[in-house]
């Protein structure tokens, strides 16, 4: 079992910046791939980010690549999300999840284990 539990979420002008974190329990963290989605009232649950176990491969929905950042501390047992340029449509519960596979996951039903979420708000 793994623990995921976010922060970071809060209030921002657009083209401001946001770092969300995400902290898991147990000390399997390493050998997840994480991810990143996001809800934003009446809309499905998107894909936001992904990242490996090791770090060493990240993907990006087309809609934050170049914005948005996913890096993880596995000494840490924490996956980050870095928001920057953010706009009025970054508005959203940001939820951070977990998986076993070595596939560049994307969808909602491939993932074991969330958190519970961290609004964001970003004001025009």
């Known amino acids: 079992q793994v623990q995921l539990v976010e922060s970071g979420g809060g209030l921002v002008q657009a083209g401001g910046s946001l770092r969300l974190s995400c902290t898991a329990s147990g000390r399997t963290f390493s050998r997840f791939a994480m991810g990143w989605f996001r809800q934003a009232p009446g809309k499905e649950r998107e894909f936001v980010a992904r990242?490996?176990?090791?770090?060493?491969?990240?993907y990006y929905a087309d809609s934050v690549k170049g914005r948005f950042t996913i890096s993880r501390d596995n000494a840490k047992n924490t996956v980050y999300l870095q928001m920057n340029s953010l706009k009025p449509e970054d508005t959203a519960v940001y939820y951070c999840a977990a998986d076993w596979s070595t596939a560049p996951l994307t969808h909602v039903s491939e993932y074991d284990y969330w958190g519970q979420g961290t609004q964001v708000t970003v004001s025009s």
């Open positions: 990242i490996s176990w090791s770090g060493g491969s990240t």
